[in-house]
């Protein structure tokens, strides 16, 4: 059995959940979200606390599989729904900056044109300045997949650091050809 897939997943104030023979609605102050269920898993709802168990049917190891994505993914819904999830993002390099062009993001990173990210829906971009970037959304999926397809358009390189990086992102620096 699943370590994770153990833990109950405990619900706020606010927060329902409502769950079929094939999918789990969460829904809370931010939104609503939905998953899948697999035929592997239950999952039902006792005071105040979502619990997902492995029904047997199907190999064991992927049942234990499902078990603990299944409940991650419950967990990561109830998280959304109530306080939502966040991802900042900084541009480095002499020039490059970005703009908002109503809810797309146009990047200018050191090509000969700019580059037009569109995010998703349920996904909110917000400018603290024109070199960082902040993406917030309930789905905590959807979140980090926009981050990544916008760091991809410039990632970070290893001799100037410059490009896309995460807030955080230590960026391991390679020295240069170096003259003997």
């Not at 109950?8 to 609503?32: F, H, N, W």
């Not at 299944?70 to 967990?75: D, G, I, K, L």
């Not at 991802?87 to 990047?107: A, R």
């Amino acid at each position: 059995m699943s370590r994770i897939g153990k833990k109950p997943v405990s619900l706020p104030s606010g927060v329902t959940v409502d769950i079929s023979a094939s999918e789990v609605k969460v829904q809370g102050s931010k939104g609503s979200l939905q998953f899948p269920l697999f035929p592997e898993v239950t999952a039902e709802v006792v005071e105040n606390e979502v619990i997902v168990k492995a029904t047997g049917v199907g190999s064991t190891k992927k049942a234990s599989a499902l078990h603990g994505l299944v409940r991650a993914h419950v967990a990561n819904m109830v998280e959304g729904v109530t306080n939502g999830y966040k991802k900042e993002l900084e541009i480095q390099g002499v020039g490059w900056n970005c703009k908002m062009t109503g809810s797309d993001l146009e990047l200018s990173v050191g090509f000969c044109h700019t580059v037009t990210v569109t995010p998703p829906e349920g996904i909110s971009v917000k400018l603290e300045s024109p070199t960082q970037i902040i993406i917030t959304g309930i789905d905590k999926h959807a979140v980090g997949q926009y981050a990544a397809n916008v760091r991809s358009v410039r990632p970070p390189e290893p001799y100037k650091g410059k490009g896309i990086r995460y807030k955080d992102e230590q960026v391991r620096r390679k020295s240069g050809k170096s003259l003997a």
